[in-house]
């Protein structure tokens, strides 16, 4: 790739900011002081701004604590986004929400911009679930969770079984492995019940970080995207 491109992702700086620090001489690659902006250099190169290294990403893979009033889109000419929530200087990544969390429910999204994973990760086909905490308006009986565990109908199929973990009379902790439109408020109509509160948990053993407070995020760390990515591409 050009260096200038180089300096303007890794940097978070515009295009034309990287440009005139290349040409000013704040650049180099290695101990080479670079003015050439079309330089062509690889992603693993050691390239330095004003003496510091900086490293160029590919892809960026975000951890968001998802709060209500937020849609999974990436525009809307309505309502906030979830890219709303992030720092403009990811603007030039191009993330996208991995799935949908619907308006009001809250909990771990998964922003990138790696489109082989984001397929990966929302194809029902790699059977690898997600799991959600639901509150009920009802309590549930064993007789119910018995009927979530294995498929119900929610019209246009019976759902794949599911794992439940009792949480309290009314609350359950939900696995599912497919993501239907209003899947899980469906499966609990199915059972005469009604969902008051949703808040995805995990996707896989990959569990959303309590630290972080609702609309807070963070970039995943290396050993955390090895491990997202063997979960998912070698499904």
């Known amino acids: 790739m050009r260096i200038d491109k180089f300096v303007s992702d890794a940097a978070a700086m515009t ?3 990287s440009r005139k620090a290349i040409k000013s001489g704040r650049v180099s690659r290695g101990d080479e002081i670079v ?3 079309s330089l062509s250099v690889s992603e693993n190169e050691r390239i330095l701004l004003d003496g510091k290294e900086i490293t ?3 892809y960026v893979y975000i951890m968001l604590h998802k709060p209500g009033g937020y849609v999974s889109a990436t525009e809307d000419k309505r309502q906030k986004t979830v890219l709303d929530l992030l720092d403009p200087s990811y603007a030039r990544y191009g993330l996208f929400p991995v799935g949908r969390l619907d308006i009001d429910t809250e909990g771990f999204l998964l922003l990138t911009n790696d489109g082989d994973l984001s397929h990966s990760v929302i194809s029902p086909n790699k059977n690898v679930g997600k799991t959600y905490f639901v ?3 009802k309590n549930i009986t064993d007789r119910e969770i ?3 565990e294995n498929g119900v109908d929610i019209g246009e199929c019976i759902t794949k079984p599911a794992k439940v973990k009792r949480v309290s009379e009314n609350e ?8 239907k ?4 408020k469906r499966m609990a109509k199915a059972v005469e019940n009604t969902v008051i509160y949703l808040k995805r948990l995990a996707y896989g053993e990959f569990y959303l970080d309590e630290t972080l407070e609702k609309g807070d995020y963070r970039e995943l760390s290396d050993k955390e995207v090895e ?3 063997n979960v998912y591409k070698r499904k």
Do not use: A, V
């Open 35 to 37: 003015k050439d902006i």
């Open 181 to 184: 439109f209003h899947q899980i």
């Open 56 to 58: 160029y990403k590919k």
């Open 15 to 17: 295009r034309k900011e």
């Open 172 to 179: 359950i902790n939900l696995t599912i492995t497919e993501g």
């Open 146 to 148: 018995s009927l979530l």
């Open 227 to 229: 491990n997202l990515c």
């Open 135 to 137: 509150r009920l308006e």
